[in-house]
């Protein structure tokens, strides 16, 4: 085994596990979490807090600004450069996060997509403020197959798809026929609520947590960033579009409890779904004690070593 990857719902108690893991064995852990990247956001991410992470050694967190972007291609290259150090230092490789479109991309390989470009992302983002409609639609004219998959509504993805337009000339549908596996083995483990009520209590008190600790005053520092607004990736993280939604006066408080939590739900649908399609060496019931979850995940690296 070359590194081992803890996935799972948002909410669902991945960190605790890999920290726990980390109390026994020498190893790493590397984010796989899409919003933990930024810096300045650490409130409304469920971050690892600084002691958490002065207890075993975490990776990219933290790396780029709110106003930068961070591609599922990005995350393939760093985890594969990554995997090689840690092991290297002797340690086991730990991925640990929520975001299944990279585990996905991982596994089964992603086309060498190019970076972003500041340059072409702020043109397009500024024809998207202008006529949001005619974007999407230049999307299905380019770009079929990807014009029907992407939302009108997620400019995002469908800026994405145009930028990559622009900088190569190919469409992301045909930049997709070309993928590349990853050559390394993974024992992957699946952590999964018992029950959607469970989890949604979850979220529900983590939330109420995350609002406790400040972050509406985590938003108003975002909000008064002169390279931010609301249609960036970062600031359309869970609990951040709302929250600045709110600030701005667009909704109330209670609109902001009820549409985060709803989005927040939404992203734990999908990420479900994605990992009904994925395959996984060891399911972990996530009500399960924490000493019973180790127990399962011991037994699954004591059986990759004797084999």
């Not at 190019?114 to 639609?137: C, F, G, I, N, T």
């Not at 983590?206 to 607004?229: I, K, S, T, Y």
């Not at 734990?268 to 399962?296: F, G, H, N, V, Y």
Request: a neutral charge.
């Amino acid at each position: 085994m070359d590194a081992l990857v803890i996935a799972g719902p948002t909410a669902v108690g991945k960190t605790a596990l890999a920290l726990e893991l980390a109390k026994g064995l020498p190893c790493e852990i590397i984010n796989m979490d899409s919003a933990l990247v930024y810096r300045g956001m650490d409130i409304g991410t469920a971050k690892p807090s600084l002691a958490e992470r002065i207890q075993v050694p975490h990776h990219l967190i933290d790396i780029i600004d709110p106003g930068e972007s961070y591609s599922t291609a990005d995350f393939v290259r760093d985890v594969e450069r990554l995997v090689s150090q840690i092991q290297a230092r002797g340690k086991l490789p730990v991925v640990v996060g929520g975001t299944m479109l990279y585990l996905h991309s991982w596994v089964n390989g992603l086309s060498d997509l190019p970076s972003a470009d500041e340059s072409v992302r702020a043109k397009l983002q500024s024809e998207w403020q202008q006529d949001p409609v005619a974007m999407h639609q230049r999307l299905c004219q380019l770009d079929p197959v990807a014009g029907k998959r992407i939302h009108p509504n997620d400019p995002q993805r469908i800026l994405r798809a145009l930028e990559v337009i622009e900088i190569t000339g190919l469409t992301l549908t045909e930049q997709h026929q070309q993928r590349n596996a990853t050559q390394l083995k993974l024992k992957t483990v699946f952590m999964v609520p018992p029950t959607k009520e469970w989890l949604h209590q979850r979220m529900g008190q983590r939330f109420e947590l995350m609002l406790a600790q400040g972050l509406l005053d985590e938003v108003n520092v975002l909000m008064a960033n002169p390279n931010l607004n609301e249609l960036l990736p970062s600031m359309r993280s869970v609990g951040y579009r709302q929250a600045w939604q709110y600030l701005r006066g667009e909704i109330t408080s209670t609109q902001m409890h009820e549409q985060a939590l709803s989005a927040t739900r939404s992203l734990a649908k999908r990420q479900l779904t994605w990992m009904k399609k994925m395959p996984s060496d060891l399911t972990i019931d996530a009500i399960q004690p924490l000493s019973e979850q180790m127990r399962s995940l011991m037994t699954l690296l004591s059986d990759d070593k004797t084999r």
